[in-house]
C-alpha cells in the first residue's frame, strides 16, 4: 500500500512562488517514478511534471516549462515542485501520483494511465 500526501499549496499573488511537497510512504517509495498532475476549476486533469527514480530525468508540460521546477529527496521519500513566476492560470488543485515502474520515459510519465497511486491533492490559489 502506497500513501501520497500533497502541502505546501495555498494563496499567493501573482508573481509569486511556492514549493509543492509529496511526501511518499509505502512499497519502495523511492524506487519508483514520480509525477505531478492538476485540475483547474472546470477543466479536465493537466500533466504538470514528472521524474524518474534518481532524480537524473526530468520532464515538463510544455505549458510549465522553464518555471516549474521538479526535484525529489530520495531519503526523505518526498518529490517537490517549486513554482515561480505564478499566473492566474496556474490556480488549481495539484496531484502527485506513483509511476508504475517501467521504461523512463517522458512520454510515459506524463499518461495518467501509467500511476498507480495519487495524493489527495493541494490547493494552489493565485490571486491578481
Known amino acids: 500500500q502506497v500513501q501520497l500526501v500533497e502541502s505546501g499549496g495555498g494563496l499567493v499573488q501573482a508573481g509569486g512562488s511556492l514549493r509543492l511537497s509529496c511526501e511518499a510512504s509505502g512499497r519502495a517509495a523511492n524506487t519508483y517514478p514520480m509525477g505531478w498532475f492538476r485540475r483547474a476549476p472546470g477543466k479536465e486533469r493537466e500533466y504538470v511534471a514528472a521524474i524518474s527514480p534518481s532524480g537524473a530525468v526530468t520532464c515538463y508540460a510544455d505549458s510549465v516549462r522553464g518555471r516549474f521546477l521538479i526535484s525529489r529527496d530520495n531519503p526523505k521519500n518526498t518529490v517537490y515542485l517549486q513554482i515561480i513566476s505564478l499566473s492566474l492560470q496556474d490556480t488549481a488543485a495539484y496531484y502527485c501520483?506513483?509511476?508504475?515502474?517501467?521504461?523512463?520515459?517522458?512520454?510515459?510519465?506524463?499518461?495518467?494511465?501509467?500511476?498507480?497511486?495519487w495524493g489527495q491533492g493541494t490547493q494552489v490559489t493565485v490571486s491578481s
Open positions: 501520483g506513483q509511476i508504475r515502474a517501467g521504461q523512463t520515459s517522458c512520454g510515459r510519465y506524463s499518461r495518467a494511465t501509467e500511476y498507480d497511486y
